[in-house]
Nanobody, 125 residues
Framework: QLQLEESGGGLVQPGESLRLSCLVS????????IGWFRQAPGKEREGVSC????????NYADSVKGRFTILRDNAKDTVFLQMNNLKPEDTAVYYC??????????????????WGQGTQVTVSS
């Protein structure tokens, strides 16, 4: 069973940065495309970004383009989400997920079969 663990969340002020990490256990990490999702209280889950298994293809939600960057280090079985210029509307629980299918736009949750427990990101002054 593939296991994913997010880390790196926290409380920051508007304009600051955070880097989330998603550590994927088990073998064949580079077999999976990885996505990042978020869910704010009272809102639907939103696809934020995804990256292909070799890292050559990425997609972003319009709301984060130019501010967030997704990266993966297959040697460390880890995917990162670098979040710059954070805004209060970025406040949410962030989840990473793995898919046997392909990273596409928009980033849709239904193709991701493995999920982490989430990490809280709060942007507030």
């Amino acid at each position: 069973q593939l296991q994913l663990e997010e880390s790196g969340g926290g409380l920051v002020q508007p304009g600051e940065s955070l880097r989330l990490s998603c550590l994927v256990s088990k073998y064949n990490f580079d077999y999976y495309d990885i996505g990042w999702f978020r869910q704010a209280p009272g809102k639907e889950r939103e696809g934020v970004s995804c990256i292909s298994r070799r890292g050559g293809k990425t997609n972003y939600a319009d709301s984060v383009k130019g501010r967030f960057t997704i990266l993966r280090d297959n040697a460390k079985d880890t995917v990162f989400l670098q979040m710059n210029n954070l805004k209060p509307e970025d406040t949410a629980v962030y989840y990473c997920a793995a898919s046997d299918y392909y990273c596409s736009a928009p980033v849709r949750a239904h193709i991701y079969g493995y999920w982490g427990q989430g990490t809280q990101v709060t942007v507030s002054s």
